[in-house]
């Protein structure tokens, strides 16, 4: 309940600030009256209805309704024709946050704070009155225009290069994910600079059958060094373009069943680079990486049956090599309309160190994905300054190691409500 009650002690903050006082410079920030801090309230309430055209989603997407593109439904799988055709709803990543900015000698403070109801993973049904989790997004503060440290979006995601899309999963190569991390900005003339130390992405844990409890860990549980990520961004008039790249850590570290204590380690490496381009009212955006162990940067290559970044043996870790893109384009048809297109793709090589590491460690190599697109269509009509409705179409393919082959369609309406 405290949750709540701290959610409901600030709405009724932002309801009372306009009166109390208000910022100078800036729309939709107030001041806070007293103090010279000013705060800003963000947030949506959104609801999403999918539908499955053709295929089904793996269950291993826990009954989520959003685009799972690397565990669809093999066409092999009896499940794909034998249950009806997917239909469900989800409210969960409705979010609500707040921004603030004070002054100080060292440079402007700034805090941000905000939270959405993820989908609860271990819901299996409409129970509880469709329950989510309240789950952090975005919680950091910078100093300056230099220092952030936090939780907020990978510095190895470049947000302008995202497809502009109404699902909440994005699709193959981009590294939607964020973390906590220390992040060091500095300007060299018109170009950016950025290096960050962050915690690893954690679905990599428990990889490979190795006599020592844990198998492979890479996250939450220990890691030795953090994921290093260096950044260059340089603006023109007429796009934007990013170089990204990340060094990340792949260790087993734990005791065997006779005490023993064993550890081997691989160090993964990757890059990126994206651009958006704007086209007299439209913008192009493009994207491109390429590493090994990338599985946590790539988002389509940890989702499948089989995570395709490493695998991990009682001597060795082996990690796999996976190429990516993404590209769409927006149409601006009138300030009330847009439209989008787009794709997206994963490569995994088919590595004989990779495959003979999996035999060693009992892991279906087979089952694991070599290749996974996606492309999609949609369009936004804004019908209010804060509001808006759009509809979206996804095509899912995905190859495995085995020869196999699955095939989805699906459909996504989505109503989408600002705060202010």
């Known amino acids: 309940m405290t949750r709540f009650r701290t ?49 089904q989603q793996d269950f291993a997407n826990n ?25 469900g ?6 979010r609500f946050g707040f921004n603030t900015k004070t002054p100080s000698g060292v440079g402007e403070i700034g805090v941000r704070i905000e939270g959405d109801f993820n989908h609860n993973l271990q819901l299996t049904g409409a129970s509880f009155t469709h329950k989510g989790d309240l789950r952090v997004r975005h919680a950091y503060g910078t100093v300056g225009g230099w220092l952030l440290i936090g939780q907020s979006w990978s510095t190895f995601a470049d947000l302008a290069t995202f497809i502009d899309q109404q699902d909440e999963n994005p699709p193959q190569n981009q590294a939607a994910i964020r973390a906590p991390q220390i992040r060091v900005t500095a300007p060299l003339g018109p170009v950016k600079v950025s290096v960050a130390a962050e915690d690893p992405y954690a679905t990599n844990l428990g990889l490979g059958a190795s006599p ?16 290093f990520i260096a950044r260059i961004d340089i603006p023109t008039p007429m796009a934007s373009l990013s170089l990204r790249g990340v060094t990340k850590q792949f260790k087993t570290a734990e005791a065997s ?20 381009v704007k086209v007299g ?8 990486s390429a590493g090994t162990g990338l599985g946590a940067y790539q988002y389509g290559t940890v989702l499948g049956p089989v995570p395709e970044d490493a695998i991990a043996t009682p001597t060795d870790v082996k990690l796999f090599t996976s190429f990516g893109a993404s590209a769409g384009y927006t149409h601006v ?9 787009a794709g997206s793709a994963i490569w995994v090589k088919d590595d004989v160190d990779v495959r003979t590491a999996a035999a060693a460690a009992t892991v279906n190599y087979g089952a694991a994905n070599q290749r996974v697109l996606s492309g ?13 409705v759009g509809a979206e179409f996804w095509y899912n393919y995905r190859k495995t190691f085995g020869g196999d082959i699955g095939h989805e369609s699906r459909l996504l309406a989505t109503a989408h409500f600002d705060f202010m």
């Open 333 to 341: 048809w009138s300030p009330q309309f847009r439209s989008n297109i």
């Open 376 to 388: 999609l269509a949609n369009t936004y009509w804004t019908f209010a300054r804060n509001a808006w």
């Open 257 to 276: 069943a006779t005490g023993a204590q064993r550890s081997v380690s691989a160090q993964a490496f990757g890059g990126a680079v994206g651009a958006a």
């Open 7 to 55: 959610a409901a002690v600030l709405m009724a903050l932002g309801l009372a600030i306009p009166f109390a006082g208000s910022a100078e410079d800036a729309p939709g920030w107030f001041k806070v009256p007293g103090i010279d801090t000013q705060i800003k309230f963000n947030g949506f309430a959104e609801t999403a209805f999918a539908y499955e055209l053709l295929g």
């Open 63 to 87: 009954g989520e309704i959003y685009n799972n593109a690397p565990a669809i439904l093999l066409d092999k799988d009896p499940r794909k024709f034998q249950a009806p055709n997917y239909a």
């Open 281 to 288: 009212g439209d913008t192009l955006v493009l994207d491109g």
């Open 212 to 227: 020592f409890a844990g198998g492979l860990t890479t996250g939450k549980t220990k890691w030795e060094y953090p994921d």
């Open 89 to 94: 709803a989800e409210s969960f990543y409705s």
